[in-house]
């Protein structure tokens, strides 16, 4: 079976652990850098570097830019895999007055304004509004009003461990903002009341239910609700969009998301199947959902050209949150639940301290040394160092 990959980047940044790279001293433009072309052809996968303009699903075609020219390029199954557009450029002032980790760029930029700039002023970490397709939507999705609220909590709590380290602040500088009642909601009321506990006693500001972004200004940043935060800088993680080619398309949702259903084929063309932030499932846009995802697709395909059992590929797939998190000086939070989804899930775990901190360090290691595979047992050895060693 011949496979190709088409990305308009040859390179992969490993995103997860940005935060860490710049809180620790080190540039993630050269630590989270991982070739592509090399990394495929270990497995005689193509890639082409390509810029995607659209889907002809009818001639089952994708249109792709190659320099000037425009071209074809032909498939028999079409793994949707694009991730999502951070909006950033809807945030009125962003490119004034925010900042970000979302990207090496930005991380840089902000861990060079706190050294070299920072004047001890407050500091405002959080979300805009995500914006949630509702066509398509099965009864057990729940409606985010942040499609990723991880982030926003590893910043803030490794960030004020920076700030103690080096003299600049603690957490009293530092407040926490969200659109939505509960920060990380998909970690389960009960994880999230353990995080605003420790938040609460290590003297973080807590703002809820702003609904969104207006603008950035010098002075801070004002919110939908009227409210305003007083920020001399403003961490802000912006609503995640589809791809403008994917909107109005038969096989997405009105957003743009493309519709699945729970083995990530488009009810409508099978052939056709989504995973990660592209998809309109991955709800929250969690990395380690869209790698579940991955799995599935994998599965599928293997069965469509025999070489996995019905019974193996069919095997039913309920997502859960898995997440670990940098707290700064060693340690980190580790969160596994999965009791959001309508399923009636009651796994709501948070543990902290030195060995998730290992383990999201390691995981890291181990992404680069296989080439961005992570052997099977990873997840599951996770798990059960993290929820019965204490360390």
Known sequence: MDITVIDRKAYLDYIPNIPLEIFEGRDPAVTMHMDLVDTLARDDIKFRQAEVLGLDIDAKQVRVRLGAPEYRVGYDYLVIALGSVLAYDDIEGFAEHGYTVSDAYHANRLIEYLKNNYKGGPIAVGSDRFEQGTKGKPDWLPTALAA????????????????????????????????????????????????????????????????????????????????????????????????????????????????????????????????????????????????????????????????????????????????????????????????????GGDTQILEMGRLPYAQKVLYKEMFFRNHGKIPNWGLPASKLLSENIKI
């Open 148 to 343: 990723c609220e991880g982030p926003p909590v590893e910043v803030s709590l490794s960030l004020a461990h920076w700030l103690d380290e080096y003299g600049k602040g603690s957490a009293k500088n530092i407040t926490i903002f969200t659109p939505a009642e509960l920060i990380a909601e998909d970690a389960g009321e009960k994880v999230v009341g353990q995080l605003l506990e420790a938040a609460g006693s290590m003297d973080f500001g807590y703002m809820n239910k702003v609904e969104g972004i207006t603008r950035l200004t010098d002075q801070g940043i004002e919110f939908r609700d009227g409210r305003k935060l007083d920020a001399e800088i403003s961490i802000v993680f912006p609503n995640w969009k589809p791809h403008d080619f994917l909107k109005g398309r038969p096989i997405s949702d009105e957003v743009g998301f493309i519709i699945t259903d729970m083995t990530m084929r488009n009810p409508d063309h099978p052939e056709i199947f989504a995973c990660g932030d592209a998809a309109a499932i991955t709800v929250p846009k969690l990395g380690a959902i869209g790698h579940q995802e991955c799995d599935v697709v994998g599965k599928q395909i293997a069965k469509e050209v025999g070489k996995m059992s019905a019974e193996k590929a069919d095997e039913p797939w309920q997502p859960e949150v898995i997440c670990i998190g940098d707290m700064g000086g060693g340690k980190a939070f580790y969160i596994h639940s999965n009791s959001w989804f309508g399923f």
